[in-house]
Structure formats: structure tokens, C-alpha cells
């Protein structure tokens, strides 16, 4: 018997057209079940995306946990992702300032394995070699 869990996850995400994307928002949201930190996640719940893809959007600004947030300007802060170099840089749109705080080196790292997972970086040895070269 195969598992149930996984089962259903894949089901809910039958219409995501990627399919290594389906699978990790499935295996995310099992393992958010049994304490994943949701800000943790490489895919989005929300927006059915690899998160590098859709942390753009104002529902990933989070004003209490500082969140794309720079509380110094009370202002939204953007965030930069470069695909090929795997750089992302958070600034606040105000004072162009890297917000301080743990919520931006989240996102950093967060959008850092997003990126890596959405490459299959872990499981297709191909892409890496073709990017590096
Ligand atoms: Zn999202
Ligand atoms: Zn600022």
C-alpha cells in the first residue's frame, strides 16, 4: 500500500502543471501538519508557487513579524531574486536599506532553497553542471 497522505497532497495539487512544484507543496503541507514553520517553506500554500516566484506579492508582507516589512520607515520592502546567480536581496523600498532582523535572513534563506529546489539542484545533476559551465 502506498501512502495515504501523499496521496491526497498530490490529488489537491493534480492541476499544477510542475510537477516536482506539486510535490513539494504536498510534502510541505504534511510536514507543516507536524510543526514545519509555514515561513520556513520553499513553496506557497497561498499561491501554489515556488516562493522565489510569489514572495513579490503583498500577501508575503507580514507587518508584526517584519516580514518584507522596514519597521524603521514603516514601509514594504522588496525582494530581488536572481535566478542565475541564486542572489536574493531584500530592500526597504523607502530607505533602500536591508531590513535588520531575523524575518529578512528567513527569506533570504527561504527563496535561497526555493530557487535550489525549483533548479532540481537535489535531484537532477544535469541542471547544476549545465549552469555552472
Ligand atoms: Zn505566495
Ligand atoms: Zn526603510
Redesign the pocket.
Known amino acids: 500500500m502506498t501512502t495515504p497522505l501523499l496521496i491526497t497532497g498530490q490529488e489537491r495539487y493534480a492541476d499544477v502543471r510542475d510537477r516536482r512544484l506539486a510535490a513539494m507543496l504536498a510534502e510541505e503541507d504534511a510536514a507543516e501538519e507536524l510543526g514545519l514553520n509555514p515561513l520556513e517553506r520553499v513553496s506557497c500554500r497561498l499561491h501554489r508557487r515556488w516562493l522565489h516566484h510569489c514572495v513579490h506579492s503583498a500577501d508575503h508582507v507580514i507587518k508584526v513579524t517584519g516580514h518584507r516589512w522596514?519597521r524603521?520607515?514603516s514601509?514594504t520592502?522588496s525582494v530581488g531574486v536572481n535566478e542565475l546567480t541564486g542572489d536574493v536581496l531584500v530592500c526597504?523600498e523607502?530607505?533602500?536599506?536591508i531590513?535588520r532582523g531575523a524575518a529578512t535572513q528567513q527569506i533570504v534563506r527561504a527563496c535561497r532553497a526555493s530557487l535550489a529546489a525549483a533548479q532540481g539542484f537535489f535531484a537532477d545533476q544535469t541542471t547544476v553542471v549545465a549552469l555552472t559551465s
Do not use: I, R
Open positions: 522596514c524603521d520607515c514601509s520592502a526597504c523607502k530607505c533602500h536599506q531590513p
